[in-house]
Structures are given as structure tokens and as C-alpha cells.
T-cell receptor, first 113, second 118 residues
């Protein structure tokens, strides 16, 4: 089965510190996309960062970066200089196969002031 | 409109009634997804439309669920004979296909339709 697994249901980080959220996936495809989405309490999902599997370079977007390990099928999200506005549910997602996008169960991130 | 629009934003219904949820995607987006999100849970894939191709219905949980989309415009998700376990937020998202993998572009989500079945 094509799956996306987030093993950390909840995490907490001190404001201004760095936190890493884990994601693993299972696919037999060679070409696919990986995503991290953020869902604040207002519930509208927004894209944080995306990675194309055929690119070896890890994607970065300002304070957000990924550690993409294709052989290990791992795709973790690092948030640097955490801010109160980063508090949200974070979902890892992938195209995996047939182009449809499958989501993990999410990690709830708390930012401690 | 500028974003994905979903209606109604909230729907309370009685067990056994039919409900229809509507999604108006971003103009020009060929891909449209429906997901279900139960309270505190992740997103469960329901159905995927890509242009004029046959939809991928592999995530629909039962034959009480159906969805339609006319061309690349509005989609409706219909739940017949609603059950209490259907209570959830139903999220719609649309995207442009990314180069190399059709449908693999950034998803733009609506605010969801919260369904409560009493």
C-alpha cells in the first residue's frame, strides 16, 4: 500500500529554537513529489514547502527546509527560529503514484513562549 | 473568485438525510480533490478529478458517497442516507498539474464544509 507516515502526533518547541518534524513514505515510484502543508486553527491548509524526488538538492523556503533522503524514503521538515505563528498541524503529503496526493495523519506543533 | 470556495461552510443534518456539498475551484485548475478530515485526524483521500479523464474514486468509503464535476468547473460531493460516522470536515482542493507529473502541483484548499450528522 502507498502510505505516508508521521510518527510524531505532537511536538513542542521553545520560541526561537529549531524543531524537526519526521515523515516517511512508501512508494515504488521513481518520480514523485513530496509536500509539507500547514493547517492553522482556522483550518485552511497552506503549502509550506515542496520537493521533487528527482532533485537531490533539499528544498528551502526561508525558515523552512527539508531533509530528503530518497533511499530511506524519509522527508523531514526543519523549522528554524520558531515563531508563535508556526503553531499548527503539519501534514506531510506525497503524490506516491497515479498523481493523487496522499496525506499523513499530521503532527501538532506547539510553540512555547 | 481568487480562491477555492466551498459551500455550505457548516451543515447539520439528521441521520438518513442526503447532503450535497459544493466546491468551486480556482479558474483554470484542471485537478480537483475531495478529502475528509475527522476531528483531530489527517486527511482521508476521497476522489480526484483531472481534466476530462475518468475520476479516481478509489477513496470513496461506500456507495453512499458520489461526486461529480462538470468539465473543469464546479464539483459536488453527495452523501446519501447520512450516518453519524460521516460527521467530518470535507475539504476540497484544486491545482494545476506540475510539469512531469499531471496533477502534482500545489494544492489550494477551500475552508471546508463541516458536516454534523445527528
Amino acid at each position: 500500500a502507498q502510505t505516508v507516515t508521521q510518527s510524531q502526533p505532537e511536538m513542542s518547541v521553545q520560541e526561537a529554537e529549531t524543531v524537526t518534524l519526521s515523515c516517511t513514505y512508501d512508494t515504488s515510484e521513481s518520480d514523485y513529489y513530496l509536500f509539507w502543508y500547514k493547517q492553522p486553527p482556522s483550518r485552511q491548509m497552506i503549502l509550506v514547502i515542496r520537493q521533487e524526488a528527482y532533485k537531490q538538492q533539499n528544498a528551502t523556503e526561508n525558515r523552512f527546509s527539508v531533509n530528503f533522503q530518497k533511499a530511506a524514503k524519509s522527508f523531514s521538515l526543519k523549522i528554524s527560529d520558531s515563531q508563535l505563528g508556526d503553531a499548527a498541524m503539519y501534514f506531510c503529503a506525497s503524490t506516491l503514484w497515479d498523481d493523487k496526493i496522499i496525506f499523513g495523519k499530521g503532527t501538532r506543533l506547539h510553540i512555547l513562549p | 473568485g481568487a480562491g477555492v470556495s466551498q459551500s455550505p461552510s457548516n451543515k447539520v443534518t439528521e441521520k438518513g438525510k442526503d447532503v450535497e456539498l459544493r466546491c468551486d475551484p480556482i479558474s483554470g485548475h484542471t485537478a480537483l480533490y475531495w478529502y475528509r478530515q475527522r476531528l483531530g485526524q489527517g486527511l482521508e483521500f476521497l476522489i480526484y478529478f483531472q481534466g476530462n479523464s475518468a475520476p479516481d474514486k478509489s477513496g470513496l468509503p461506500s456507495d453512499r458517497f458520489s461526486a461529480e464535476r462538470t468539465g473543469e468547473s464546479v464539483s459536488t460531493l453527495t452523501i446519501q442516507r447520512t450516518q453519524q460516522e460521516d460527521s467530518a470536515v470535507y475539504l476540497c482542493a484544486s491545482s494545476l498539474p506540475a510539469p512531469g507529473l499531471a496533477g502534482a502541483g500545489e494544492l489550494f484548499f477551500g475552508e471546508g464544509s463541516r458536516l454534523t450528522v445527528l
